[in-house]
């Protein structure tokens, strides 16, 4: 019979065919394409710079550049007051901000949404307890929690990564939550129950599907946040000193008194590097909101 | 012969809601569908119908009596829900909303093979389904989504998934309310016809009279959590004894008799009247003013489909 | 209900010259048909080609194609027809009650005020005190947070010029008059039932005494007892003050029983247009034809275990927009009569019968004999 043949297939193409129609739509956003250049772009960089910058650019002992020096030959973008040059360290402070930023909301985004989707789909006390658990991470202030977590945990960037986590996903879990609420009401719920379909298998094939546009743009705009976080983190003296991260540059530029010598040079990169990686997730996450909102296709 | 589906005396209750009494949504229902049978419910919104189709099909737990499939009691363990629900298939109104738009056509349909372990051959299978509910070929639907079809293609898709699992008995709950007319006609002709060629038996739950007229062979009218009439078509809706099916009946447009307007408070199921519990809307009690009506509990009607129509009133014998 | 102390706007040179619309186009050729003996002049409402068309980025989706009919005062006109066959769009454009993305054409002459080209003030005057809609769903209607009293009398405050206490009384009036105790003008929507608040927005739509309701599905999601007594409610109000209505539904025996008259509407067009009764009876348009079965007659024998619908399924927006480049009968993928003519000639709406217009080839030959 064909129609056996046919199955396979027809089962096949549609995925290509939705993840084609979502390439397809994507490419129509400018601004989601300018976002996502801007990242490629940083990511490219912050993964090749080994390639280019070695120990002997980076260690202060090693370094024989002019020391805070503004813009010159060589050095595009200035030297630190060890004579480091701050184009350099911008890109190799990618890495760990990147990467912290990246962590950070892989942890918010698992932890956010398993806590989100169980306390969506069971209605009962398990629900009611997760919320409570939820509520109570809510109430934490942030910052003093993520500081004595430092405190705790040892300065580095396991520990800041670990106290961003901590103090954002409770924002997720909420937004999962309302969303597994609203797609548990739908009546497919309801036919994949009477077809004989238990509760792991609506949550993972009917309600997870259904709320992952949700957390795909929410995560994006989280790692903006948690890079943000990271900065004020190290900034306010948490990270580990050894490291390059644009956090530590910028607290390590205020400690060394570039305010007071006017060396603009040493704080505006880092701080356009943050805003740029920053505004590159949000384009991003507004993009792929866009595209995977039904509502908004076309708009 | 035993009904391929059938309850007896079957209550669903529904806790109560702040300081109200409990709400009896299903309040003492026997009801059969036989092999190859169609059996309408037929009733208006808070009835307890889509309550009773619920049950029916293993999704509300009652809070007394039984559902018997194939004249075996059904039980409320997942190993047990889970092989009933081979038997008795569920089709429910809103077909755009029954279908998860982020699956294809194959996968909804495979979705209950699937979920039942019938792999192999699981293409052969969705396909024969597929056609089965009018889906040719079946190899072009297989591959869209829920919103490139029309809510008649999307209902058919219902159906098949439905099929798919090789159910003796289909319960819909308003299967064409959010259809178009003209598609109206062929989603119930494919019932129809799905009785002629497989001989599925249904129970379509619908608050349609002319729906129960174009298909069923049988209809029982529900209000307030019981059903207050039950008989052949013919009986019931050309000879209705019962005077609420009376008055369901004359207000239809087309039925050429003054129109009985029930007045009164809507229905509420946790507030069921005692005595008859249709007395204080009723037009024939308030011709006769018979206390009879206000005092005496009716017996729950039977259900027997061999017996002619029953129904549930003082006043009607 | 008499005082009609509204101060209407000179009637623009258009319709004051009453021109014959038979000269216009062959759709409005049947003006005969249109304007009932013994009434002269302009009609109350007069619409003509009305189109609009929905422009979604580069696409644009034609909902109504053309459509011309006039009412007077104290007429019926059911507007029946599928979803996506136009009628709400068609409905809700002849006040401009429409998305922006919808483009308007053509002509709605309201009292001779053309109320496609006027000014916003006067549309949005027109709107409450002349020409009123009663919205499908009354709850998403309603304002939740705001008592019924308050939401009736605030179009009274706005359009006339009464005070606080005279815009109450006449609330509880026409409270009264709709069968919703006047006491329970202080209760917020979702305290009363389905039936009682397509109720409250009828007395809504009363609120400045119309010339003409539109009600857009008024008992849609209604059960059959309370449809019955919203549709009893309607026709009261119609008998005693002469409003003119328009009436939409896609249920064909309820439009049957509420209106006079009847236009069937197909992707955009009207199909058939005539009296009501004539039209159930003998619809002259197969779609009608097919529309009339898929509501069965209980006691019709033909009907019993023969459901009949209609195969196929309406034109999807790109089919409309290719339809309305092209020539042919748009019902044609679906019309069991269908002849090879069907797919070249124009359709359009031909004199089929006393007073009704059918858009099919089949009328041009039956009216050769």
Redesign the interface.
Known sequence: ????????A??E??RH?AFGRFCRAYAKRPAGLAGLGLLVAFGVLALASPLFIGDDQLNVIKVDGPQLSPPVDGYPLGTDQAGRSVLLLVIWGARESLSIGIIATALTVVLGSAVGLLAGHYQGRVGQGLMHVTDWFIALPSLPLAISLSAVLGQGAASITIAIAVTSWTATARLVRAQTLAVEA???I?????????NT?IMI??VL??VMPLILVSSTLTVASAILSEATLTFLGLGDPTSVTWGSMLQAAFAGGAVTAGAWWYLIPPGIAILIVVLGFTLVGRAVEHVLN?RMV?R | MKPVLEVRDLMVTYPPRRGAAPARAVDGVNLQVRRGEIVALVGESGCGKSTLARALVGLVKPTGGQVLGDGEPLGYSAAALKAYRRHTQLVLQDPGGALNPRQNVFDAVAEGPRLHGLTDRLGERVHAALARAGLRPPEEFAGRFPHEMSGGQQQRVVIAGALALDPSVIVADEPVASLDASVRGEILKLILELRDSLGLSALVVSHDLGLAWNIADRVAVMYLGRIVETGTVEEVLLRPKHPYTRALLSVLPDSGERPVLLTGEPPDPAAVPGGCRFHPRCPLRAAEQDTLCDSRDLPVLTGDPSRSSLAACHLVH | MTARDRTREPETPVAASGQDPASETPVAASGQGRTPEGRSGTPMLDVRDLRVTYRNGERAVPAVRGVSFTLDRGQTLGVAGESGSGKSTMALGLLRLLAPSAQVSGEVLFEGEDLLTTRWARLRAVRWSAASVVFQGAMSALNPVRTIGEQICEPILLHEKVGQRAARRRAAELLDSVGVPSRRSGSYPHEFSGGQRQRIMIAMSLACRPDLIIADEPTTALDVMVQAQVLELLGELVRESGIGVIMISHDLSVLSHMCERLAVMYAGRIAEIGPSRQLIAEPRHPYTRALGRAFPTIGDPASRLAPAGLPGDPPTPPELARLSEGRGCAFEPRCSEAVAACRTETVELWPSGPRREAACLRVLEGSGT
């Not at chain 1, 019979?1 to 396979?8: G, R, Y």
């Not at chain 1, 036919?191 to 238990?198: C, F, H, I, K, S």
Request: charged share 15%; no cysteine; proline share 16%.
């Open positions: 019979m064909t129609a056996a043949t046919h199955a396979p027809a089962v193409v549609p065919h739908r009546p497919f309801e036919r994949a129950r009477a077809l004989g379909a238990g298998q094939r009917h599907p259904n039904p076309g």
